[in-house]
């Protein structure tokens, strides 16, 4: 089981970006899923998560900007993230809590972070 991530990149203040993160490999079923951040010299903190009944959650300084969203059909979770900001500056990290197939617990799975960069 192993996730990728896409999505980062450079944005100007004021703008959008749209990350992704698939689950590929042996797979029962997956539980939540949702997003990291980590910015130079921070810990990395929650953003946004969601479950498998699409309910959700938001770190206060992203809530009304950034929305997440998952399409099980394609294993993948969707972070859109609008208005950016120059503190939202991190390397997003998804992570999904998976059952692989042949398993009955289930264990958390790490993409390998995609930079965001937010500047004018």
């Known amino acids: 089981v192993q996730l990728q991530a896409s999505g980062g990149g450079l944005v100007q203040p004021g703008g959008s970006l749209r990350l992704s993160c698939a689950a590929s490999?042996?797979?029962?079923?997956?539980?939540?899923m949702g997003w990291y951040r980590q910015a130079p010299g921070k810990q990395r903190e929650l953003v946004a998560q969601i479950n498998s009944g699409g309910s959700t959650n938001y770190a206060d300084s992203v809530n009304g900007r950034f929305t997440i969203s998952r399409d099980n059909a394609k294993n993948t979770v969707y972070l859109q993230m609008n208005s950016l900001k120059p503190e939202d500056r991190a390397v997003y990290y998804c992570?999904?809590?998976?059952?692989?197939?042949?398993?009955?617990?289930?264990?958390?799975?790490w993409g390998q972070g995609t930079l965001v960069t937010v500047s004018s």
């Open positions: 992570h999904a809590d998976i059952v692989p197939a042949g398993s009955n617990w289930a264990r958390t799975y």
């Open positions: 490999g042996s797979i029962f079923s997956i539980q939540a």
